[in-house]
């Protein structure tokens, strides 16, 4: 089963940053578009960035200028560059692929059918 998987996730205090890495066997990330959702406790999973196929990134408003998403082809991996981090960025973590050929990267959760295992970003004030 085609799954992908989020790492990179850590406690760190507000204005520090880490950036996170996604995996996705059995896919190759050039041809799909990619998505960052984040999940905190007692709260909808939302959208946090994404990337199409072609390589056009998109960010909700609260983190454009600080998260940057982008691509590797050659290694086949997703990252999520985020910087000036705050405590209200803390969330589980997830990278989904929408599994059409060509797609272009959405803020709709349900338009991603491959998820895998999330990590976890804790900001301390």
């Known amino acids: 089963q085609v799954q992908t998987a989020a790492s990179g996730g850590g406690l760190v205090q507000a204005g520090a940053s880490l950036n996170l890495s996604c995996t996705a066997s059995?896919?190759?990330?050039?041809?799909?578009?990619t998505a960052w959702f984040r999940q905190a406790p007692g709260k909808e999973r939302e959208f946090v960035s994404s990337?199409?196929?072609?390589?056009?990134?998109a960010y909700r408003d609260s983190v454009k200028g600080r998260f940057t998403i982008s691509r590797d082809n050659a290694k086949n991996m997703v990252y999520l560059q985020m910087n000036s981090l705050k405590p209200e960025d803390t969330a589980v973590y997830y990278c989904?692929?929408?599994?059409?050929?060509?797609?272009?990267?959405?803020?709709?959760?349900?338009?991603?059918?491959?998820w895998g295992q999330g990590t976890q970003v804790t900001v301390s004030s």
């Open positions: 989904a692929l929408n599994s059409r050929r060509f797609s272009t990267g959405t803020v709709n959760v349900n338009d991603y059918d491959i």
């Open positions: 059995g896919r190759t990330f050039s041809w799909y578009a």
């Open positions: 990337i199409s196929w072609a390589g056009t990134p």
